[in-house]
């Protein structure tokens, strides 16, 4: 419902790279390998997997671009080593069948386009793959190893699943590798892991706050409000919908929420509702980059209620950190106060009309003939974002001055 971290950290954290570091630079990536099936096996799999990819540790999630519309992009969540999330948003844009699959990140800083081809062999079927995009200069070495890496594992992973066994060795497209070696996917797994945890390597600043509003409206009425689905579209508009959703490795749902950026791209990100029983509601962020979590608390009061709002998390060290929570609470201050007016002013979220207007919350009943969202492998989709901390640059003449940011990336 919250996600307060993704609207704080951008206006908090102001880092500038040095000016050759500026310019965009190309990213392109490729990979291909050989499949010892018919390429219509290959195809199926890839538009209708028949289970859980890479162990789990890939789900993807169709989301609206309104919280009634039709599924829009499709989210890939990675699920990490340390049980926290990396998230993507991306779009089929072309599907030819059996050969042809073109994909396109629709958030991070600069597009990506991801191209998957399949050609028959006398052996079988090569599936081939090319990312290619512009990334930010102190990026791109980071973004390559990663996005070449995650690339080889899909692929891998996708030979694996087909073929009915490990690979193993440094697989290429003219074989399997050496028998009884470590399997390939594992190894680069672990290589991923391992550039995951370098670019989250700076130090981190914990943060906490609380901010509180009183309200004439009872307890009761604001309850409501506040668990209303979509009230979160109106306290922030740029939160276009939240979709419930189950990821595999946790033991309750997720809200996945579709965020509207600058320049019309789109974000995600996920929370999970840890407790909610009056007077008190807990939600984590799983796609902060540490342990975060918002608690709102009810209280009634002679005449109304007050509403309480704390926030704890973390922060890049650096200038950014220096201003404590002021940025903090201005945000809570804001929101607290967008849901103030919407609470006495009796305003309510629309309801839905294929739900015959009942009760916010109420799931549309499924239309008769309607067929099911087509939800393809994370193998066709762009990898998830990566935070690529931007190199901190003193310009000339300003020794005393440290200006910090932090860019998400599509990688």
């Given at each position: ?54 162990g ?51 958030d ?5 386009t ?59 497209a ?36 609380d ?11 604001l ?15 740029h ?51 540490v342990e ?94 990566l ?25």
């Amino acid at each position: 419902m919250r996600n307060l971290l993704r609207g704080l950290v951008g206006d908090q954290l102001l880092r500038r790279p040095a000016p050759e570091q500026r310019q965009g630079q190309p990213l392109d990536v490729h990979h291909r390998v050989l499949i010892s099936c018919e390429r219509m096996a290959v195809w199926d799999e890839l538009l209708t997997p028949s289970g859980p990819f890479l162990g789990e540790e890939l789900t993807v999630v169709p989301v609206p671009e309104s919280q009634h519309g039709p599924p829009a992009a499709l989210a890939v969540l990675w699920r990490r080593g340390n049980g926290r999330l990396r998230a993507g948003l991306g779009q089929i844009v072309a599907a030819e069948p059996p050969g042809l699959v073109v994909s396109r990140a629709v958030d991070g800083s600069s597009p990506m386009t991801l191209t998957t081809s399949l050609e028959d062999t006398d052996e079988g079927c090569i599936v081939d793959q090319r990312l290619s995009g512009i990334t930010p200069g102190h990026a791109i070495d980071l973004r390559s190893a990663f996005a070449l890496m995650w690339l080889q594992r899909g692929l891998i992973g996708l030979k694996e699943r087909l073929e009915g066994g490990p690979v193993t060795g440094q697989a290429t497209a003219a074989g399997a590798g050496t028998v009884g070696a470590e399997p390939y996917s594992a190894r680069l797994g672990a290589e991923i892991a391992a550039i995951d945890a370098e670019v989250a390597g700076p130090a981190l600043v914990p943060i906490a706050h609380d901010e509180a509003i009183e309200l004439a409206v009872p307890p009761d009425v604001l309850w409501d409000l506040i668990l209303d689905p979509g009230v979160e579209a109106l306290v922030r508009p740029h939160t276009l919908s939240v979709t419930r959703a189950m990821v595999p490795g946790l033991p309750a749902e997720v809200h996945v929420a579709l965020h509207q950026g600058e320049a019309g791209r789109r974000s995600v990100t996920v929370s999970q509702l840890m407790e909610q029983a009056r007077p008190r509601i807990v939600e984590r962020s799983l796609t902060s980059e540490v342990e975060s979590a918002v608690v709102t608390r009810i209280e009634p009061t002679s005449w109304g209620s007050r509403l309480t709002e704390s926030l704890v998390g973390s922060l890049p060290a650096g200038a950014g950190s220096l201003s404590g929570a002021g940025p903090a609470a201005a945000f809570l201050r804001a929101r607290l106060e967008a849901i103030r007016r919407l609470a006495e002013a009796g305003i309510q979220p629309q309801r839905d009309p294929r739900t015959g207007f009942l009760p916010p919350g109420t799931e549309p009943p499924p239309a008769p003939h309607a067929p099911p969202v087509p939800v393809p492998s994370a193998v066709l989709l762009p990898p998830p974002q990566l935070p690529i901390v931007v190199p901190e640059h003193r310009p000339q003449g300003n020794t005393n001055v440290v200006e910090t940011f932090v860019t998400w990336v599509s990688l």
